[in-house]
């Protein structure tokens, strides 16, 4: 199974500044995708992290308040801008390999807004 | 709109008990998944169950994939303290995710 370095592993961050997330994955896999969670919570689908072009946003989310690159098969960031206390949660980057749907986690990131 | 629909949202159970977590959906899935979410970490997978009918065991754990492969349940005989958790269940393409149970085993 895939390793995954997610990173930072937590931050508070002043409302309107922004935070870039970063997920380092040991192995080339087929997809990537950013997930937000709250506390306890279950995990809400932000984006899928596209190789070489524009990731596919999830209805809700945007490309202006969420940026994310994916410049190779093993490397993706997320970008959270003009932060808002609204947006304090945890940040998960997952994997698939191969074909099948099996999803591997990094630790998450968890960000407070103050 | 793809959704998975997970009962209960909490439970809190004395150590010994047995109990089963249930995932539906309206839709059929080639497959789905159970993860299991300890705090300050992300979900890991537990079990991917494919064929209708399928009964898959992990030790005290036994999933069940619905005979239309529109649900699923988790069953925790003897439930430990070790067990205490988010249990997440996951289905399609992009993996979507249902609401989630928090499960806390009391010693």
């Known amino acids: 199974s895939a390793v995954i370095s997610q990173k930072p592993s937590r931050d508070i961050c002043q409302r309107g500044t922004s935070l870039t997330i970063q997920c380092q994955v040991d192995?080339?896999?087929?997809?990537m995708f950013w997930y937000r969670q709250q506390p306890g919570q279950s995990l809400t689908l932000i984006a899928t992290?596209?190789?070489?072009?524009?990731?596919?946003?999830e209805s809700g989310f945007v490309i202006d308040k969420f940026p994310i690159s994916r410049p190779n098969l093993t490397f993706s960031t997320l970008t959270v801008s003009n932060m808002s206390p609204e947006d304090s949660s945890i940040y998960l980057c997952s994997v698939i390999e191969g074909l099948v749907t099996e999803a591997f986690f990094g630790q998450g990131t968890r960000l407070t807004v103050v | 709109t793809q959704l998975l629909e997970q009962s209960p949202q909490f439970l809190s159970i004395q150590e010994g008990e047995n109990l089963t977590v249930y995932c539906n959906s309206s839709?059929?899935?080639?497959?789905l998944q159970w993860y299991r979410q300890e705090p300050g970490e992300g979900p890991v997978l537990l079990v991917t169950?494919?064929?209708?009918?399928e009964v898959k065991k992990l030790k005290r754990l036994t999933f069940q994939f619905g005979d239309a492969r529109k649900d699923s349940s988790l069953h925790i005989t003897a439930a430990q303290p070790g067990d205490t958790g988010l249990y997440l269940c996951a289905a399609g393409g992009k993996l979507i995710f249902g609401q989630g149970t928090e499960l806390s085993v009391k010693p």
């Open positions: 839709s059929v899935f080639s497959s």
């Open positions: 192995s080339q896999v087929t997809m």
């Open positions: 169950v494919v064929t209708g009918g």
């Open positions: 992290a596209n190789q070489g072009s524009e990731a596919t946003y």
